[in-house]
């Protein structure tokens, strides 16, 4: 159980569920009640600080997860000469140092503030209170957004898409897949052709999967930054990617163990056994377990992105309605 390949997904589990954990409820929440934000200046920054924390990690797992497989499958000799667990132990911990880093200026200019006018006294309503980067510090988080966009996405994006090229045209040009103790291990009783098309189909559903979940949230952030006169069709583009690209925030923390984990065989022979064993221990145990809000759309009243997806918040405005895990298969 403990290798290199097991570190990293669990680093991978930890983020994703931190995502789900931190990030869902909020985000949940916000859609039955957009508005005024309940839980404190406190909250606001820990919710905040974490979400970018685990976005970045994720990413930054799965480039460090690309580069060992790249060089596992297709530098086996000069990988085994360097590859141990300790060095896998440091990758993962620089990854998360990196994430911790990279993401405190959320945790620094996340406000709690008044974000509406009343047109009809000209003072800010009370029920506009949101958790999200007050248009001020536009500048200050232009550079981060840029930052953030290339580093996490861009860079990760190229990385992963050249390294699996190369792996796709190993694997293509080989006559069976690659079977040793650092590459997960294909059954032994399987087709090689046929172990070598799962995995390339793997490869390409890793590729897809990434660029669909993290292209629109980058987008619809950069959006918020560039676009000066917001048009009625600029905003109707903005709040449809802002709420696709939330969804496909999400879809990201979930779709990791589907394509790193349930394609594996060994995995789904280790999950049932597991099963299995949880289903007699609660049948020998004997034990039964049993286990209105209004939605307001706020989003034409500010920078079209709350401080859940990181988006900035623009100045006030006036109210205008009430409205690869296991190579193996």
């Given at each position: 159980?403990h290798t290199?390949?097991n570190?990293?997904l669990v680093?991978l589990?930890?983020?994703?569920l931190m995502?789900?954990?931190i990030a869902?409820?909020?985000?949940?929440?916000?859609?039955w009640e957009?508005?005024?934000?309940r839980?404190?200046k406190?909250?606001?920054?820990?919710?905040?600080?974490?979400?970018e924390?685990?976005?970045y990690?994720?990413?930054?797992t799965i480039?460090a997860?690309t580069?060992?497989?790249y060089?596992?499958?297709?530098?086996?000799?000069?990988?085994?000469?360097?590859?141990?667990?300790?060095?896998?132990?440091?990758?993962?911990?620089?990854v998360w140092?990196?994430?911790f880093?990279?993401a405190l200026?959320?945790?620094l200019?996340?406000?709690v503030?008044?974000?509406?006018?009343?047109?009809?006294?000209?003072?800010?309503?009370e029920?506009?209170?949101?958790c999200?980067?007050p248009y001020?510090?536009?500048d200050k988080?232009?550079?981060?957004?840029?930052?953030?966009?290339?580093?996490f996405?861009l860079?990760p994006?190229?990385?992963?898409l050249?390294?699996?090229?190369?792996?796709?045209?190993?694997?293509?040009r080989?006559?069976?897949v690659?079977?040793?103790?650092?590459?997960a291990?294909?059954?032994t009783a399987?087709?090689?052709?046929?172990?070598?098309?799962?995995?390339?189909?793997m490869?390409?559903?890793?590729?897809?999967?990434?660029?669909?979940?993290?292209?629109?949230?980058?987008?619809?952030?950069?959006m918020?930054l560039y676009v000066e006169?917001?048009?009625?069709?600029l905003h109707?583009?903005?709040?449809?990617l802002f709420?696709?690209?939330?969804?496909?925030?999400?879809?990201?923390?979930?779709?990791?163990?589907?394509?790193?984990?349930l394609m594996?065989?060994?995995?789904?022979?280790?999950?049932k056994?597991?099963?299995?064993?949880?289903?007699?221990?609660?049948?020998?145990?004997?034990?039964?377990?049993f286990?209105?809000g209004t939605?307001?759309d706020?989003?034409?009243?500010y920078a079209?992105?709350r401080?859940?997806?990181?988006?900035?918040?623009?100045?006030?405005?006036?109210?205008?309605d009430a409205?690869?895990a296991?190579m193996?298969?």
């Amino acid at each position: 159980m403990h290798t290199a390949t097991n570190y990293y997904l669990v680093s991978l589990a930890v983020s994703d569920l931190m995502t789900l954990i931190i990030a869902w409820p909020s985000e949940l929440y916000s859609i039955w009640e957009a508005y005024p934000w309940r839980f404190g200046k406190e909250f606001c920054v820990l919710k905040s600080y974490i979400q970018e924390i685990t976005a970045y990690a994720s990413v930054l797992t799965i480039t460090a997860f690309t580069m060992e497989r790249y060089a596992a499958i297709c530098h086996p000799m000069r990988f085994q000469s360097f590859s141990n667990l300790s060095r896998s132990i440091k990758v993962i911990i620089t990854v998360w140092i990196v994430a911790f880093c990279c993401a405190l200026p959320y945790a620094l200019y996340g406000k709690v503030f008044y974000a509406v006018i009343d047109p009809n006294t000209g003072q800010l309503l009370e029920n506009s209170l949101v958790c999200n980067i007050p248009y001020e510090l536009h500048d200050k988080m232009r550079y981060m957004f840029q930052v953030s966009a290339f580093v996490f996405f861009l860079l990760p994006m190229t990385i992963i898409l050249v390294m699996y090229l190369l792996i796709g045209i190993t694997l293509c040009r080989s006559d069976m897949v690659l079977d040793n103790k650092s590459i997960a291990k294909s059954s032994t009783a399987a087709d090689p052709v046929k172990s070598r098309k799962s995995v390339l189909k793997m490869l390409v559903a890793v590729v897809i999967a990434f660029f669909l979940c993290w292209a629109p949230f980058h987008s619809q952030r950069l959006m918020t930054l560039y676009v000066e006169l917001w048009t009625p069709e600029l905003h109707n583009t903005q709040t449809t990617l802002f709420y696709i690209s939330g969804v496909l925030y999400f879809v990201s923390a979930t779709v990791n163990p589907i394509l790193y984990n349930l394609m594996s065989k060994r995995f789904r022979q280790a999950f049932k056994r597991t099963l299995c064993k949880c289903c007699k221990k609660e049948s020998s145990s004997d034990v039964n377990l049993f286990g209105n809000g209004t939605h307001k759309d706020f989003s034409s009243h500010y920078a079209y992105g709350r401080i859940s997806r990181h988006g900035i918040i623009h100045q006030s405005t006036t109210i205008k309605d009430a409205s690869l895990a296991d190579m193996s298969v």
